[in-house]
């Protein structure tokens, strides 16, 4: 049985002391400048939330940021970005891109870059939307359906097997840069699994299945 745990939110749409992570996740989802961090009992909880967040790291455990089961919401959140990444069978090239959810309207693409995969895809796809949610100071979730993807972000490496070579030079440059922001930079998006099986199609597919 997965210990309690208890939830404060100095800076949501509601702040305060919550006792279950969807209530936290309700107030600080898509918020901007959002500050909340958990805590293992209702005391310790109180007692921080009274002090304010100024003696918390509330943005240095990255790992909190992160959700790969499935989400009891019928909607993934409305105000959020969503990756893809896209491999080409024929001609083996990759790309990838990310879009708002709301509306759909594409904020970034790259690619096509030769030689590449699409987990590589995935992974490069959440590190420039943590980085374009932080040149914008933009708080809300970033959502992928690579759970692999997700994990090199968390883990800040892409272990990929795949091997350097002079086609895909560019390719393992911009996955150096991207292991260097992630190890520099903190983020407070909370990075989501996208529920295809919910949800349908992540909006940020290409559209080529």
């Given at each position: 049985?997965?210990?309690?745990?208890?939830?404060?939110?100095?800076?949501?749409?509601?702040n305060?002391?919550?006792?279950?992570?969807?209530?936290?996740?309700?107030?600080?989802?898509?918020?901007?400048g959002?500050?909340?961090k958990?805590?293992?009992?209702?005391?310790?909880?109180?007692?921080?939330?009274?002090?304010?967040?100024?003696?918390?790291?509330?943005?240095?455990?990255?790992?909190?940021l992160?959700?790969?089961?499935?989400?009891?919401?019928?909607?993934?959140?409305?105000?959020?970005?969503?990756?893809?990444?896209?491999?080409?069978?024929?001609?083996?090239?990759?790309?990838?891109?990310?879009?708002?959810?709301?509306?759909?309207?594409?904020l970034?693409i790259?690619?096509?870059?030769?030689?590449?995969?699409?987990?590589?895809?995935?992974?490069?796809?959440?590190?420039?939307?943590?980085?374009?949610?932080?040149?914008?100071?933009?708080?809300?979730?970033?959502?992928?359906?690579?759970?692999?993807?997700?994990?090199?972000?968390?883990?800040?490496?892409?272990?990929?097997?795949?091997?350097?070579?002079?086609?895909?030079?560019?390719?393992?440059?911009?996955?150096?840069?991207?292991?260097?922001?992630?190890?520099?930079?903190?983020?407070?998006?909370?990075?989501?699994?996208?529920?295809?099986?919910?949800?349908?199609?992540?909006?940020?597919d290409?559209?080529?299945?």
């Open positions: 049985m997965a210990k309690k745990k208890f939830y404060v939110v100095w800076k949501g749409r509601e305060g002391v919550f006792s279950t992570w969807e209530d936290c996740r309700k107030q600080v989802e898509g918020f901007t959002a500050l909340y958990s805590f293992e009992t209702e005391a310790a909880a109180s007692d921080a939330f009274a002090k304010g967040s100024s003696g918390f790291s509330v943005k240095a455990d990255q790992k909190k992160f959700e790969v089961k499935p989400h009891v919401t019928k909607h993934p959140v409305k105000h959020s970005i969503a990756v893809d990444g896209a491999w080409n069978t024929k001609t083996l090239d990759s790309e990838y891109r990310g879009v708002e959810v709301s509306t759909g309207k594409q970034f790259r690619g096509p870059f030769a030689e590449g995969t699409n987990n590589i895809m995935e992974f490069l796809a959440l590190v420039h939307a943590l980085a374009y949610c932080k040149k914008h100071q933009l708080t809300v979730p970033i959502y992928s359906d690579s759970v692999t993807a997700m994990k090199w972000v968390r883990d800040k490496h892409a272990k990929t097997k795949l091997e350097s070579s002079n086609n895909n030079t560019e390719l393992f440059d911009l996955i150096d840069r991207a292991e260097k922001w992630l190890k520099e930079n903190t983020y407070s998006n909370p990075v989501l699994k996208w529920e295809t099986k919910l949800w349908g199609e992540n909006p940020a290409f559209g080529r299945k």
